[in-house]
């Protein structure tokens, strides 16, 4: 059984392995105690309906479909919700461009470029004091450049 706390992240991947390593740069980049992770598209959804999760990382391991469709469903009834694609190629990071994702890195990405990347994205929520302490987030840098595609950089 899948446990969900009350947390800033949700990753989304079928790779336990990969999962694992995200959800531990992701909570030491957010200086977080937990970060959600579920391998399932139903699981994802109830996760985000549960809790608001302001950043989801989406591992394209899933099928085409169902990463192409759970991005949509997330932009269309969460909009406000930043979502990084990590893409095994640029066709897949095109596509991702295409159905709604804020921000794409192509896997070999630079640790850098991924800490770089999760920065600018918070930096686009609206992740108030009340929440960051909710959460227990304790330190957010806005603004920074980065090698990945993202909507609000131009690039």
């Given amino acids: 059984m899948m446990r969900s706390e009350n947390s800033p992240a949700l990753i989304v991947t079928h790779s336990h392995w ?3 390593a995200l959800q531990a740069v992701v909570r030491a980049a957010l200086q977080v105690e937990h970060v959600n992770k579920t391998s399932d598209v139903s699981s994802a959804l109830k996760i985000i309906t549960e809790h608001h999760p302001v950043l989801v ?6 099928s ?3 990463s192409w469709s759970v991005l949509q469903q ?8 930043q979502c990084l694609v990590l893409a095994n190629n640029e066709q897949q990071g095109q596509t991702a461009d295409q159905a709604g994702a804020d921000a794409v890195l192509v ?4 640790m850098d470029t991924f800490l770089k990347t999760l920065q600018q994205l918070l930096a686009q929520t609206d992740l108030v004091p009340e929440r960051q302490r909710a959460w227990g987030i304790r330190y957010t840098q806005k603004g920074s ?4 595609h993202h909507k609000n950089s131009g690039s």
């Fill in 107 to 110: 896997k070999g990405f630079a």
């Fill in 18 to 20: 990969f999962g694992d």
């Fill in 74 to 81: 997330i932009k269309a009834q969460w909009p406000q919700t």
């Fill in 57 to 62: 990382l989406l591992d394209v391991d899933l």
């Fill in 145 to 148: 450049n980065h090698n990945g």
């Fill in 64 to 66: 085409d479909d169902e």
